[in-house]
């Protein structure tokens, strides 16, 4: 439960500050520092336990089936960080609360610190690969908000983006390769995964998986060639700068490389990749760091040559190199935030952190000058402080190493070179800001800053120093611990001790201590060399990168999407008949082993009127009615099929939707141009023709090749449980308003929102009414034949009466709600085509829409109905009605969502071709005022 | 018979995409029609073509004609009805708005070959 307790506090501390407000600041702090501290006693409550070998964990399941737990771990490398991210935090608020201007928003800034704890706590605790990833995620979003937390800065805005950008695509690098890993292993739990390397390393997954995994480390901790952007995160308030840079959120890769270590370390593999990045990075950083003139940026670059260090340890394959690099990322951040603070004092004390402009401060800041020189002087490795520790055990690492083979020698010689120009920047940070005569052109005359601002300074070069002078005694138990933890075997013994005798390692030390002060004096030489480069602005790379992506974007979409139809229709087709055309072309023959039924001349004409219709509805398109007629005669022709086989409800509802369809066409034709214009190319036409044939073909093969082979089909259950199931004994009728009644609920639903749709968007539609045909002949003065008026009006209570009959017997025979609904449809629309839409409304003087909507009602609610008598949605029931003085009466409740099905055809198909009818009437007044 | 029934919807499925691939609304709608109705025979045809099949269950009936084709077949043409309904009223409502009856929604109701 503590466990819980160190993650939560944080996350909970991160809402505290809000309480706070900008004017009470000291309030604001103490709110804050509250729950870290709680957090750091219950750590130091488990240390004990830790360091004796315990590792506590807990899980809760918390997404089952995709292995997410919300699992922790605290073993000591994650005690290890956790004491850094607390006792470091703890210092950057009481820092902050001095360091940040009347101007900023202090409650924002701690509430956005807090979450960026509680995700980095989350992070060395975590226990579970995707929880890691998600917490991960967490500190490259706080990051962004920390480093562009003065967001006026057009500096800190792009600066924040792009640190955002690289460790977010890192990320999601990262979780390709836990996903990866999770495959291998079989599961996301931490423990699993660091007890498997053997199956890891031997996978051939493994590969691809430790490149994603090193993506995401390497880009967070700025390795080469991902490097660029820290200095621009420079941006950042300086605290954020001293935590985010020094102890935490750049150290979240290296410690993804300790905690995999165990799972993905010891291949060939990971010692090139791994160690010779961090070889490159650490010469890179380090270069930098001597050239650079700001305060901030030197360090940013010296962060970035010593994360190259702990990279190079860690890729060693070597378990005291591990150990070496555990110390170092222990010994970096105390020494590294208690830099960056110092360069914040300054920046805060004298308005610049420019090292041209700044000299001889030690008049001004004696404290600050010493407790810099010390940090300074840790950071260069020089004995009797932390620094020099761990730098001296990884030049004797370097030595050992199997790298490069015959070329070994290259390594130790290469980090000697970086510890001289760590030693060199180091020099410089100090004698150019403190020392070496008086500072010029500063804006103010600094003066030392206020006492809490350097005690966190205090407190960090004290460790240095007690770590540097009592190494076996501060820091062999907790290294030991977190070694353990990053290690498959236990930690070597580890013997801490300033001196170790004349030895190799000490020889580089001493060389590198002289060699940075000959760098140092000769500094300017090596800026000569240096200005013969051309500079280049990362940030301006990066933004025109940025640029160059999103334009090429948009002209994708330009290209992609450019408004054509035709051409859209065009690609589906196509992928159409790719994907079908594979699947034809993967079976043997295209005629199955059933055999050929014989046909009947009566179909060979029905089939040969069919292909005719069908081909002259496409070549005489251009004259749109004729092409309309011939379309009519298809669906005419697809009813005769239907009942030709055996299925004499389809062929009803064909025969239905067919009139209704025509009329409906007709009637748009009317407000369309009667005859198309001829305009597609020859090349156009080819194309299409090929393609429509090319389709046709495909279709034709398909369909053939399915009606000669066997079919296995669900039907027979439908069959069977017709009449004992759903107590009919249509079973086509059956199966739409009972075994899928949900399907046809949906479908009803669907043609209610079309007839919806349709209404609005006939609203306040003006169109150009013709008063003549295509070939100039006016229309029929006649307003409506006589004949017809009567004959219809004499049919509507007949046709009527037959859907009425049609529905009733719907359940039994052949007939239903959809096809009495239709025929309801044609009989109404019948009286409004014989006598005009007005004289129609007058008679049918009701809306369709709520008939439509109601329609679905009643079929959603005879679902719900089933509820009530707990059954589940849409259980039919029948025969179990009981009307008083009636008797019993076999009735199935499907009766009742059949009426809700005919309500919504009919109200929907009324709802299209009224509401269009109406058009016609609208315009036809002001035509007659015209003529008068 | 198999033969025969496959390839009609084979010519229907071509007129029907011929016409769809117009560049004027109204031969598009009539192509979606048309295809539809190849749809709806191919759908069907899938429980196979069954000659003087029972419909209804009886005790006398012999073989039945798969009902499950039918079903799906059923609705599908209603929804086909309202699908042709709602984009002829949209070919409507863009003459109306725009001017045209070109489907990529070109302004000048003059011919144009789009650029693809």
């Known amino acids: ?932 | 018979m198999e033969a025969l029934f496959a390839t009609t919807t084979g010519i229907l499925a071509a007129s029907g995409l011929y016409l769809a691939l117009r560049g004027r609304t109204f031969p598009v709608v009539v192509g979606l029609t048309l295809l539809s109705y190849a749809v709806n025979l191919f759908l069907f045809s899938t429980g196979g073509l069954t000659t003087d099949g029972a419909a209804v269950i009886s005790d006398g009936a012999g073989k039945y004609a798969d009902p499950l084709p039918q079903a799906l077949v059923l609705t599908a043409i209603v929804i086909g009805f309202a699908m042709t309904a709602f984009s002829v009223i949209l070919a409507m409502r863009v003459r109306g708005d725009v001017g045209s009856d070109h489907v990529n929604g070109n302004r000048v109701d003059e011919p144009r070959e789009d650029k693809s």
């Open chain 1, 1 to 932: 439960m503590s466990l819980l307790l160190i993650v939560l506090l944080p996350l909970l501390g991160s809402l505290l500050p809000l309480l706070g407000s900008n004017q009470r600041r000291h309030q604001c702090a103490l709110l804050t520092a509250v729950m870290p501290l709680i957090a750091l006693l219950v750590t130091l409550r488990e240390t004990p336990g830790v360091l004796a070998g315990d590792v506590p964990r807990l899980a809760f399941s918390w997404v089952p089936a995709l292995g997410l737990d919300l699992a922790l771990r605290l073993d000591g490398l994650s005690l290890l960080f956790v004491l850094l991210i607390l006792g470091i935090g703890l210092l950057i608020i009481l820092y902050a609360r001095h360091y940040l201007a009347e101007a900023d928003n202090m409650p924002r800034f701690y509430a956005y610190l807090m979450l960026f704890m509680t995700s980095m706590l989350g992070i060395v605790m975590a226990d579970n690969l995707i929880l890691l990833w998600m917490f991960w995620e967490l500190t490259s979003l706080s990051s962004f908000l920390l480093i562009g937390f003065w967001s006026h800065q057009s500096a800190a805005r792009k600066g924040a983006r792009m640190a955002l950008a690289v460790t977010g695509m890192g990320g999601l690098a990262l979780l390709a390769g836990f996903i990866l890993i999770g495959q291998i292993v079989g599961s996301f739990d931490m423990q699993t995964v660091l007890d498997s390397r053997d199956v890891i390393l031997a996978d051939p997954r493994y590969l691809p998986a430790l490149l994603l995994v090193l993506l995401g480390a390497f880009t967070k901790s700025a390795q080469f060639p991902f490097q660029f952007w820290l200095p621009q995160a420079m941006a950042a308030p300086t605290p954020v700068s001293a935590f985010l840079h020094s102890a935490t959120m750049v150290k979240a890769g290296v410690f993804l490389l300790a905690r995999l270590h165990p799972a993905l370390a010891g291949s060939q593999e990971w010692l090139y990749l791994v160690s010779l990045t961090g070889l490159v990075t650490m010469l890179f950083g380090a270069y930098f760091a001597l050239i650079k003139l700001d305060l901030k940026t030197i360090l940013a670059y010296s962060t970035v040559s010593h994360l190259g260090l702990i990279t190079m340890l860690f890729g060693l394959n070597s378990q005291m190199a591990v150990v070496a690099g555990i110390f170092h990322i222990l010994n970096h951040a105390t020494f590294k935030a208690a830099l960056f603070m110092t360069a914040g004092i300054i920046d805060h004390e004298c308005g610049t952190r420019d090292i041209r402009k700044l000299k001889g401060l030690w008049r001004y800041m004696p404290m600050t000058t010493a407790l810099a020189t010390i940090t300074a002087a840790a950071m260069a490795g020089f004995p009797l402080l932390n620094g020099f520790l761990s730098k001296e055990m990884m030049l004797a690492e370097t030595l050992e190493t199997p790298l490069l083979g015959g070329l070994a020698w290259l390594i130790p010689a290469l980090a000697t070179i970086g510890s001289i120009l760590a030693a060199a920047y180091s020099l410089r940070y100090v004698r150019n800001t403190f020392f070496d005569g008086k500072p010029r052109e500063l804006e103010k005359t600094p003066h030392e800053a206020p006492f809490p601002m350097r005690l966190p300074v205090l407190v960090l070069a004290i460790v240095c120093i007690i770590v540097g002078l009592f190494p076996a005694f501060i820091a062999t138990g907790l290294l030991t611990a977190a070694a353990n933890a990053a290690l498959t075997m236990p930690a070597p013994e580890l013997h801490l001790s300033i001196w170790h005798g004349f030895n190799l390692p000490l020889l580089m030390s001493a060389i590198a201590l002289v060699g940075g002060l000959m760098v140092y004096v000769l500094r300017q030489h090596l800026f000569t060399f240096h200005r013969q480069f051309p500079s280049r602005d990362s940030l301006a790379i990066f933004e025109g990168a940025v640029q160059r992506l999103v334009r090429f974007t948009q002209w994708s979409i330009d290209t992609l999407e450019n408004g054509s139809l035709q051409r859209y229709m065009l690609w589906v087709v196509i992928s159409a008949l790719v994907v079908s055309g594979m699947s034809l072309m993967g079976i043997e023959t295209l005629k199955g082993e059933l055999a050929i039924q014989e046909a009947d001349p009566l179909l060979i004409v029905g089939a040969a009127i069919t292909c005719f219709a069908g081909l002259a509805t496409a070549f005489l398109h251009r004259r749109r009615l004729i092409s309309l007629i011939m379309l009519s005669v298809v669906g005419l022709m697809a009813s005769l099929a239907f009942a030709r086989f055996s299925a004499p409800d389809l062929a009803l509802t064909q025969l239905a939707v067919e009139v209704v369809t025509v009329i409906l066409l007709m009637l748009a034709l009317f407000f369309l141009p009667q005859k198309t214009p001829k305009e597609s190319s020859a090349s156009r036409i080819v194309r299409d023709v090929l393609m429509a044939a090319g389709f046709g073909g495909v279709v034709a093969s398909l369909n053939y090749a399915l009606l000669t082979r066997p079919l296995n089909s669900i039907s027979d259950y439908f069959l069977e449980h017709s009449v004992p199931g759903g107590g009919g004994h249509n079973v086509v009728n059956v199966i739409l308003v009972d075994f899928r009644g949900f399907d046809t609920l949906g479908e009803i639903t669907v043609l209610c929102i079309a007839g919806i749709g349709i209404y609005k968007l006939l609203n306040r539609l003006r169109l150009f009414m013709p008063s003549s045909d295509s070939e100039g002949r006016p229309w029929s003065p006649d307003r409506y034949p006589m004949i017809l008026a009567s004959v219809s009006q004499s049919l509507l209570p007949m046709a009527l009466l037959v859907s009425v009959f049609i529905f009733l017997r719907g359940h039994n025979a052949p007939g239903g709600g959809f096809i009495a609904g239709l025929v309801t449809a044609v009989a109404l629309i019948l009286m409004y085509i014989a006598h005009g839409v007005e004289w129609a409304q007058q008679r049918l003087s009701f809306q369709y829409q709520p008939i439509a909507v109601a329609g679905v009602a009643i079929a959603a609610l005879t679902g719900v109905g089933s509820w009530v008598f707990g059954y589940p949605f849409l259980t039919s029931a029948f025969g179990h009605f009981h009307i008083p003085l009636i008797g019993d009466v076999e009735l199935a409740t499907a009766m009742l969502f059949d009426l809700g099905v005919y309500l919504t055809v009919v109200g929907a198909t009324l709802m299209i071709l009224a509401n269009l009818g109406k058009v016609t009437t609208s315009h036809r007044p002001s035509k007659q005022k015209e003529k008068a």
